[in-house]
């Protein structure tokens, strides 16, 4: 028999935590979407859904049970978003560093690393990524992907400064000192309708956003 768990409800539907002969998964239903942004939370979906198959079942990522044009079913990964467990080990910093260059190598860039919930400390101390509805998927790591691939790398290199800035090299700090041109255009052009879309319209905080991101149970 299988149980479901309402744990998300906002503008992009609805986020259900299923249970189901002792095993976890998480589903991301659009089915109830607004209209206005129905169509943008199934693209978002498809993103997603890209991203998770051409992954499979690399360690430290969900790995994609189902999808359809309205859901996508993932398996949850126990663990706490990074900023309630706040890594102090240097092994946890290495690994996260393995788990982009894994991760870029098989064609996907992340593009929300910046959010610490969208990191997890793994019951076992190891990292993990969650939420992928921003990625990119491409079979063809050009220019604009290996840029794309250095921002996810500077983004996480944030987090090192933050709960381990003594770990941090003089390269790590260069690449930190030294963002991209798309990035130096986003935070310029884009960023400022980004925040408006999403903290006035969708009430989104720094910590917030799909599957409500800073809670435990949607991991």
Do not use: C
């Not at 299988?2 to 002792?22: A, P, S």
């Not at 990522?61 to 359809?68: A, G, H, M, S, V």
């Not at 190891?126 to 491409?138: E, Y």
Request: proline share 5%; no cysteine; net charge positive.
């Amino acid at each position: 028999m299988q149980n479901r768990r309402l744990l998300k409800k906002d503008q992009f539907g609805e986020i259900w935590l299923l249970t189901e002969n002792g095993e976890n998964a998480v589903l991301r239903d659009t089915r109830s979407a607004v209209w206005w942004v129905a169509w943008l939370a199934r693209v978002l979906l498809r993103r997603e859904a890209r991203a998770l198959a051409a992954l499979r079942s690399l360690d430290g990522t969900p790995r994609l049970i189902k999808n359809d044009k309205y859901t996508l079913a993932r398996s949850y990964m126990p663990g706490v978003p990074m900023f309630e467990g706040r890594p102090r080990d240097s092994g946890y910093f290495r690994a996260m560093a393995r788990l982009s260059r894994s991760m870029h190598r098989l064609g996907v860039v992340h593009n929300d690393l910046a959010k610490e919930p969208n990191l997890l400390v793994r019951d076992d101390g190891s990292p993990a990524f969650v939420d992928f509805q921003l990625a990119w998927t491409t079979k063809r790591r050009g220019r604009l992907f290996r840029a794309a691939a250095r921002e996810d790398i500077r983004h996480l290199l944030k987090h090192k400064r933050t709960y381990r800035p003594d770990l941090l090299t003089a390269r790590e700090h260069s690449i930190l000192n030294t963002p991209s041109t798309p990035s130096r255009a986003w935070m310029s052009l884009a960023k400022p309708v980004y925040l408006f879309v999403t903290r006035r319209l969708f009430g989104w905080s720094d910590r917030e956003g799909a599957a409500d991101r800073g809670r435990r149970n949607s991991r």
